[in-house]
């Protein structure tokens, strides 16, 4: 069975940074592609990034270019989101998805399966 547990999420200031972390089990995690996805109130749930297993290759949305960076520790099964510069508008819920690798298609919620319990991450101004 697929687990996915995220943990990390706080309330931190602007301008501030947190780390977030999916730990991960059930399945061979090397295979898989892990991503990072937010959902805001209101907002539809959008991709904030994702990282192949396998390969390494990486994908960020626009909005968080430059300033988070997704990393994956194979040994520990674990990915870690670090996340600087926080803004205001980045305030959500954050969950992290897997995927087979061999599915990947895009870095978009429609294409994984399975989904941890989420976490939040409130930024103030």
């Known amino acids: 069975e697929v687990q996915l547990v995220e943990s990390g999420g706080a309330l931190v200031q602007a301008g501030g940074s947190l780390t977030l972390s999916c730990a991960a089990s059930?399945?061979?995690?090397?295979?898989?592609?892990i991503g990072w996805f937010r959902q805001a109130p209101g907002k539809e749930r959008e991709g904030v990034s994702c990282?192949?297993?396998?390969?390494?290759?990486?994908y960020y949305g626009d909005s968080v270019k430059g300033r988070f960076t997704i990393s994956s520790d194979n040994a520990m099964n674990t990915v870690y989101l670090p996340m600087n510069s926080l803004k205001p508008e980045d305030t959500a819920v954050y969950y992290c998805?897997?995927?087979?690798?061999?599915?990947?298609?895009?870095?978009?919620?429609?294409?994984?399966?399975?989904w941890g319990q989420g976490t939040q991450v409130t930024v103030s101004s």
């Open positions: 998805a897997a995927v087979p690798g061999s599915d990947f298609v895009g870095c978009y919620p429609r294409y994984f399966g399975s």
């Open positions: 990282i192949s297993n396998s390969d390494g290759s990486t």
């Open positions: 059930g399945f061979t995690f090397d295979d898989y592609v």
